[in-house]
């Protein structure tokens, strides 16, 4: 992947991003037509994305003309504890869920970042750690975090069917076996079937991005091809090591569920 | 003496279900009665760890059930649950669950046989059974693991009469058949009658009164009797 400082050459206006707001005022005023009531939530959604993107723009800025590891690692930190408070609102039916979903976001980041690096498909600059580890994050924590809820409503939906199971003499690793098998597909299933229809239904948003700036589409392809497969395996890894390390806040060191079910 | 529980105190949600509770069940039939909320299921899960009490002991078999394995505990001291919760597959798959879990070999067939199911039930998909199959089906599967107690939470609470019959009978034969030892939650005073020689009564928590089956219920029907004898 040498040339993709080619991908640079477009220049946008504020004004050109505020024309862009006419669609969102169709949004609003279908919204409003219908009395589905979500002006107020489109609304805070344009101003977050505007103050957050802004925001993060100068940081990147920052951090592209330092050049800097420290900076760089400083800022993945950030987006991974992040990740885990917000994926732990998501879950909220699994007790003690930060600590996990910190964890999972962090390897999940650190395995596919270090990946990447190993392998040499992208050098370890600013320019590629920051925007590839911001795709990896976000991909994993809703990964986890949509894997964790599940988790956590099977347990409460079928704590009389784990608390016989238990009753049998198995471990609490053993009770919710099936439900762990469950979660980690619903965890996943939103991020395969988009890899599955990538191309066909819809165009991703890296090779979008490279193609409206001018890249090559070669180079598109292959750099979006690049992000699936590093955002699939990331996914799976926050996935898999949320549910695995969660699943045991259930239960107390005796197996038993911490909220058993109703006599 | 099998079980012992010592000023076993347990509260639920903040709310006190067992308050200082002493109890003692002996080897054999016994039956654990008392109203809805008295807190007898509470006591069945404490009796195999499937809850700890926040205070007091509880001892099987002059050994304090916190020192013991709860894995192992729960293979010997076997609990079958009011309602029938089996895991998704065949009534076969829900035989062999415990067992393969604890490397035991078993017999589904005659399992189902002690359980009172016909042996043809061993291929049937367990979600299609009736709820007094399920719940024999229930019973079946903590036999598998050769359990050396039964703990049956209303074993027929979910049952119509003639379901309810089959489930007693089957629990009858059990006590004829086996050297297994029975501990019977039930809010029905007659079904005690039938089904242990032992009883402990529970109210709001505490055990009001325990002793022989004869004993116990007939004290309490003694008041009752001399309350209309005044009257008249």
């Known amino acids: ?263 | 003496m099998l079980f012992e529980l010592e000023d076993v105190s347990y509260a639920r949600s903040g709310k006190l279900v067992l308050r200082d509770l002493g109890a003692r069940l002996p080897v054999g039939a016994s039956s654990v009665v008392g109203p809805s909320g008295s807190g007898k299921s509470t006591l069945l899960r404490l009796l195999n760890r499937l809850a700890d009490p926040d205070s007091g002991t509880v001892v099987y078999e002059g050994k304090d059930v916190r020192e013991r394995d709860p894995l192992a505990l729960r293979r010997e001291v076997c609990l079958v649950p009011q309602l029938p919760a089996l895991i998704e597959g065949t009534v076969h798959d829900n035989v062999a669950y415990g067992p393969r879990l604890a490397g035991h070999s078993f017999d589904a067939r005659s399992c189902l046989e002690l359980a009172g199911l016909d042996p043809a039930f061993e291929d049937r998909d367990s979600a299609k059974l009736s709820v007094g199959e399920q719940q024999r089906v229930m019973l079946a599967r903590a036999l598998a693991l050769e359990p050396r107690v039964l703990l049956l939470d209303e074993p027929t609470s979910a049952l119509d009469q003639t379901a309810r019959d089959a489930v007693e009978a089957t629990l009858q034969g059990l006590r004829a058949r086996t050297a297994i030892s029975t501990v019977v939650v039930t809010h029905d005073m007659e079904q005690a009658r039938r089904l242990a020689d032992y009883v402990v009564r529970i109210e709001n928590g505490r055990a009001s009164a325990q002793g022989p089956i004869g004993e116990v219920l007939d004290q309490e029907v003694e008041p009752a009797i001399a309350t209309a004898e005044d009257a008249t």
């Open chain 1, 1 to 263: 992947m040498t040339h993709l400082a080619a991908a640079s050459s477009i220049h946008v206006t504020l004004g050109e991003v505020a024309a862009a707001l006419a669609l969102v005022a169709i949004a609003a005023i279908a919204s409003r037509a219908w009395h589905a009531e979500l002006e107020e939530d489109i609304g805070i959604a344009v101003f977050r994305s505007l103050v957050q993107l802004t925001a993060i723009g100068y940081v990147i800025t920052l951090i592209f003309d330092q050049d800097s590891a420290v900076l760089v690692l400083a800022l993945i930190t950030v987006m991974v504890v992040f990740g885990a408070f917000t994926a732990r609102n998501r879950a909220k039916c699994v007790p003690n869920a930060f600590w996990p979903l910190l964890i999972a976001l962090a390897v999940a980041a650190a395995a596919t970042l270090g990946l990447v690096i190993a392998l040499g498909i992208f050098p370890a600059t600013p320019r590629y750690l920051v925007p590839v580890g911001g795709m990896v994050i976000g991909n994993s924590m809703t990964s986890a975090a949509v894997a964790l809820n599940r988790l956590g409503e099977d347990v409460h939906d079928q704590s009389r069917t784990i608390e016989a199971t238990l009753a049998l003499g198995a471990t609490s690793s053993q009770a919710v076996t099936p439900l762990v098998q469950r979660s980690l597909r619903s965890g996943m299933i939103t991020l395969v079937d988009s890899t599955k229809t990538t191309g066909l239904i819809f165009f991703p948003g890296t090779m979008v991005g490279m193609l409206l700036a001018g890249a090559n589409p070669t180079d598109a392809v292959r750099l979006q091809l690049i992000l699936l497969y590093v955002l699939l395996g990331a996914a799976s890894i926050a996935a898999l090591m949320a549910i695995t390390l969660a699943r045991r806040n259930f239960f107390t060191s005796a197996h038993q569920l911490r909220e058993p079910p109703e006599p």
